[in-house]
C-alpha cells in the first residue's frame, strides 16, 4: 500500500478488512456510519450494523468480547462516547475487554455538522475511565502501524482517527514513547504540545519560523512520561495547542504534568478551542471555522509572536 | 415430579440463607430479591443454567441489587463459605451491587448494577455462542429504558433466537407502583417477533415447565413472571418502603 497518496481512514479499514477476512473470530460493528474501505463486507454476518442506538451496539460488542471475539466498534467519535459513555465505561472498560473503539470526526473534521458532530470533548470523556487507553492517529504511517497490531494490545483501546492524506512521518520508536517529538530549533526556548491533526497545522502553519520544537502526543494515557519531563525541564516556554476544548482535550494531561514534577516556573501557554459557551459554527471549511475560533494557523502565529515578546 | 419437589425444598432453603445473611448483617434489597427468588432458583437446580468449575454462564443476572440471591446459592452449593462472604464485604470487595472484578471467586459472567444493558450484552453472547441459549433476568422498572428497547428490536430484527429473556414482573419500582406502565403492556410485546410467555413467577412447576419448553425453542423468548416483591414475609410483600430499607430484624428471625 502506497501511503503518502492515501486518506487515513483508507488505509486503516483496508489493513481491519484484510484481517477481518482472515480472522472467524473477529467482528466489526457500527451505528450505521459508512466507511469506504468496509463496503465489501457489509452483508458478511460478523460485521453487524446494530443501526442508530450507539447504547445497544457498545452492548452486544460488550458480549460478543466477553465470549473471547475480537471486537472492532467504528462510528462518529461523538455519539459513540458521548451517547454511550455509561456502556462503555460499565461494560466495556469494568469488564476490561480488549474492544478497539475507533472514532471517525475528531475535532472540526465535519465542519459543516455543528457541535453535534464536532468532537472536541471525546477526549475528556474516555479519560475518566482508567482501563481505557486513547490513541490519536493523524498520521498514516502510525494509521498503518496500528490497524496491523490493533488486537496484540491488550484492554480497551479507542481510536481517533483523522480523515484525508496525512503525513507519514511516524516511527516504531515513536509508538514506544507515546509521542513525537521534533526539535526544530536548536534554541530551548519555545515547546508546542500538540496532538492529532494539529500537529501537522503547527508545521504547515509555521513553514516559516523554525524557532520553536514540537511534541506530538499520539497515545494520550501510557507515554514515556519520563521522557517528556526531560524534555519539558530544558525548554523555558510551553504551549499547549489543542482543537479540543482546554477540559476535553490534552490541556488537563499536560498540566498534571506540569504540577507533578513541580515545573511551575515555566511559563505555560495555552491555544484551545474555546468553551465558555458551546459552538454553532459552521463551514465548509475545517480551516475557516478554526480561524474564526482563533486556534488556527492565524491565531497559531499571533499567539507565537505574543509568546516570543513577553 | 421429583425435580420439581426438589427445587421447591431448594427455594426454602436459599431463602433461608438469604435471610440468614441479611439477618447476620449483610444488606441487601429484601423486596427485589425476594420477588425473583423462585425464577433464580428454578433456573440453577433445575438445569437451566450450567456451574462449570464454579462458574455460572450465560446468564446475567440484569437486577444487580439481588446479587443477594445468587450470594445465598453460592453458600449453598459449597463455593463460598458465609464467613468469607462476610469478610469480602467488610474489605470492601462486596457492595450492593453485583461486581465480578473485585470478587475473586468469578461465579459471575458479568457485572451488572446499571440497568436496561443486559439484552444488548445478550445479544453479542447470543451471536458469540449461537448453539446455546443467553438468559437474562431483567426487573420490570428496567423496561423505561432506552437501552431495553433497542435491544428487543435488533432480537426481533435480526431473528436473534437463542435469548431469553425473563421479566420479573413484581409491579414495583424502587420508588413507585408500576403496575399502569405501557410499555409493560403483554400486547405490545406480541408485535415483536421474539415468544411471550406469562407464568406465576412463584409457582415453580410452572416455571420449570415453561424452561423446559423455552429450552426447546427456536426462537427467543420473553417470560413475564408475575411476582411479588418481599415474597414469603408478609409483613414487607408489597410495601414500597421495602426496596431500600429492611425491616426490624426480629420480623426476619420469624422466618428463619
Not at chain 1, 486518506?7 to 477476512?21: A, G, M, P, Y
Not at chain 1, 498534571?256 to 514534577?261: A, P
Not at chain 1, 478551542?273 to 494557523?297: A, H, M, V
Not at chain 2, 427485589?32 to 443476572?61: E, Q
Request: charged content about 25%; hydrophobic content about 40%; some cysteine.
Amino acid at each position: 500500500m502506497n501511503l503518502k497518496n492515501l486518506d487515513i481512514r483508507d488505509v486503516f479499514f483496508e489493513n481491519i478488512k484484510n484481517f477481518f477476512l482472515k480472522n472467524k473470530d473477529f467482528y466489526i460493528l457500527t451505528n450505521d456510519a459508512d466507511v469506504f474501505s468496509l463496503q465489501q463486507i457489509k452483508n458478511h454476518e460478523r460485521f453487524i450494523d446494530a443501526g442508530v442506538c450507539e447504547q445497544n451496539l457498545i452492548n452486544i460488542a460488550s458480549g460478543l468480547a466477553r465470549k473471547n471475539k475480537k471486537v472492532l466498534i467504528y462510528g462518529f467519535c461523538n455519539f459513540l462516547c458521548h451517547r454511550a459513555y455509561e456502556q462503555i465505561k460499565i461494560n466495556i472498560a469494568s469488564m476490561n475487554l480488549p474492544i478497539a473503539i475507533v472514532g471517525i470526526g475528531p475535532g472540526f473534521s465535519f465542519p459543516y455538522d455543528g457541535p453535534t458532530h464536532h468532537g472536541i470533548q471525546d477526549i475528556s470523556n474516555i479519560l475518566t475511565i482508567p482501563e481505557f487507553e486513547i490513541y490519536n492517529l493523524s498520521d498514516n504511517k502510525f494509521a498503518d502501524y496500528m490497524s496491523k497490531n490493533i488486537f496484540k494490545i491488550s484492554g480497551p483501546k479507542y481510536i481517533r482517527l483523522e480523515k484525508g492524506v496525512c503525513p507519514t512521518n511516524f516511527k516504531k520508536a515513536d509508538f514506544l514513547n507515546g509521542f513525537e517529538f521534533i526539535p526544530f530549533s536548536k534554541k530551548k526556548e519555545t515547546l508546542i504540545i500538540t496532538t492529532g491533526y494539529f500537529s501537522q497545522l503547527v508545521e504547515k502553519s509555521l513553514q516559516n519560523y523554525k524557532n520553536y520544537s514540537l511534541i506530538s502526543l499520539l497515545k494520550l494515557k501510557k507515554f514515556n512520561k519520563k521522557k517528556l519531563i526531560h524534555i519539558l525541564r530544558k525548554y523555558k516556554k510551553i504551549l499547549i495547542y489543542d482543537e479540543n476544548t482546554f477540559y476535553g482535550g490534552i490541556s488537563p494531561i499536560i498540566n498534571k504534568i506540569i504540577i507533578d514534577c513541580n515545573l511551575i516556573g515555566k511559563k505555560i501557554y495555552y491555544l484551545t478551542c474555546p468553551e465558555d459557551k458551546q459552538i454553532f459554527k459552521y463551514n465548509t471549511e475545517r480551516s475557516k471555522i478554526l480561524d474564526s475560533l482563533g486556534i488556527g494557523g492565524i491565531g497559531l502565529n499571533k499567539k507565537l509572536k505574543y509568546i516570543n515578546k513577553s | 415430579m421429583k425435580i420439581v419437589d426438589n427445587i421447591e425444598k431448594k427455594t426454602k432453603e436459599i431463602k433461608k440463607i438469604f435471610l440468614k445473611l441479611v439477618v447476620d448483617g449483610s444488606k441487601y434489597h429484601l423486596g427485589g430479591s425476594l420477588s425473583c427468588l423462585d425464577l433464580i432458583v428454578t433456573m440453577i437446580y433445575g438445569n437451566f443454567l450450567k456451574i462449570n468449575n464454579n462458574n455460572l454462564k450465560n446468564f446475567i443476572l440484569s437486577k444487580g441489587h439481588a446479587l443477594g440471591i445468587l450470594h445465598s446459592i453460592m453458600i449453598e452449593k459449597k463455593i463460598i463459605k458465609s464467613k468469607s462472604l462476610f469478610r469480602n464485604k467488610e474489605i470492601g470487595n462486596i457492595g450492593g451491587q453485583l461486581d465480578i472484578y473485585n470478587f475473586k471467586k468469578n461465579f459471575f459472567e458479568w457485572n451488572s448494577g446499571s440497568l436496561g444493558h443486559s439484552i444488548g450484552i445478550s445479544i453479542g453472547m447470543s451471536i458469540a455462542e449461537k448453539n446455546k441459549k443467553i438468559l437474562t433476568l431483567i426487573g420490570d422498572a428496567e423496561i423505561d429504558e432506552g437501552s431495553v428497547w433497542e435491544g428487543l428490536f435488533f432480537i426481533s430484527d435480526k431473528k436473534i433466537n437463542n435469548i431469553v429473556i425473563v421479566i420479573d414482573r413484581n409491579n414495583v419500582s424502587a420508588s413507585s407502583r408500576i403496575e399502569k406502565k405501557k410499555n409493560l403492556d403483554i400486547n405490545l410485546l406480541k408485535r415483536l417477533n421474539i415468544d411471550i410467555k406469562e407464568i406465576d413467577g412463584h409457582n415453580i412447576k410452572q416455571i420449570y415447565n415453561t424452561f423446559k419448553k423455552i429450552y426447546n425453542s427456536k426462537k427467543s423468548v420473553i417470560v413475564v413472571a408475575n411476582t411479588i416483591k418481599g415474597k414469603g414475609i408478609k409483613e414487607i410483600e408489597n410495601n414500597l418502603k421495602y426496596s431500600h430499607h429492611l425491616p426490624k430484624m426480629s420480623i426476619l428471625k420469624k422466618y428463619l
